[in-house]
């Protein structure tokens, strides 16, 4: 389990991040709204945030899936935690403790999800989603490995399909 992130009371910045795969192996990403001032503007990304002080990375998680979707799995896990450099627009470069969750979303459920936050989502095949110019470093190296078994495959012909927040 990720509780406080061993470590990270170095890191500027502390994110967790869900990996959310459908019953065909597509994740469920975060269209983000394309604005200044934020992290990776217009960009496919995690569904995730900040982790508070006093808050745990599993607390954390839980509350921005229920504040952003509206939806938390029942089988929500920890996955990994990864270092990340991370940068807002011109601004310094800091060190960022990104815990990753893993769980799973039934395609049938994401077109009614009430999605509060962002300028839409996807599910894409993780194949499709890394050939992408537009992902956030955490969503990109997040869904590298967690689908390496998926990528060794050849890819198949696969459906994406998007949603407007």
Same mark, same amino acid.
């Given at each position: 389990?990720?509780?406080r992130l061993?470590?990270?009371?170095?890191a500027?910045r502390?994110?967790?991040?869900?990996l959310?795969t459908?019953e065909?192996?597509?994740?469920l990403l975060?269209?983000?709204d394309?604005?200044?001032g934020i992290?990776?503007?217009g960009?496919?990304?995690?569904f995730?945030?900040?982790?508070e002080p006093?808050?745990?990375?599993e607390?954390a998680?839980?509350?921005?899936?229920?504040e952003?979707?509206?939806?938390v799995?029942?089988d @929500?896990?920890?996955?990994?935690?990864?270092? &990340? %450099?991370?940068r807002q627009g011109?601004g310094?470069?800091?060190r $960022?403790?990104?815990a990753q969750?893993?769980g799973?979303?039934a395609a049938?459920a994401?077109?009614?999800?009430?999605q509060?936050?962002?300028?839409g989502?996807?599910l894409?095949?993780?194949?499709l989603?890394?050939?992408?110019t537009?992902v956030?470093?955490?969503?990109r190296?997040g869904?590298? @490995?967690?689908?390496?078994?998926?990528?060794a &495959? %050849?890819?198949r012909?696969?459906?994406?399909?998007?949603w407007? $927040?």
């Amino acid at each position: 389990m990720i509780e406080r992130l061993p470590g990270a009371e170095t890191a500027e910045r502390r994110f967790s991040g869900a990996l959310l795969t459908d019953e065909a192996g597509r994740y469920l990403l975060q269209i983000r709204d394309d604005k200044p001032g934020i992290l990776h503007p217009g960009a496919f990304g995690l569904f995730g945030g900040g982790i508070e002080p006093g808050e745990s990375a599993e607390e954390a998680m839980r509350r921005e899936l229920e504040e952003e979707i509206g939806h938390v799995p029942g089988d @929500l896990s920890p996955f990994r935690l990864v270092w &990340l %450099p991370v940068r807002q627009g011109e601004g310094p470069v800091q060190r $960022a403790a990104l815990a990753q969750f893993v769980g799973t979303i039934a395609a049938a459920a994401v077109g009614a999800l009430v999605q509060c936050e962002g300028a839409g989502r996807a599910l894409i095949p993780p194949h499709l989603l890394l050939l992408e110019t537009r992902v956030s470093l955490s969503a990109r190296l997040g869904v590298a @490995l967690h689908a390496q078994a998926a990528l060794a &495959l %050849p890819p198949r012909t696969e459906v994406v399909e998007h949603w407007e $927040a």
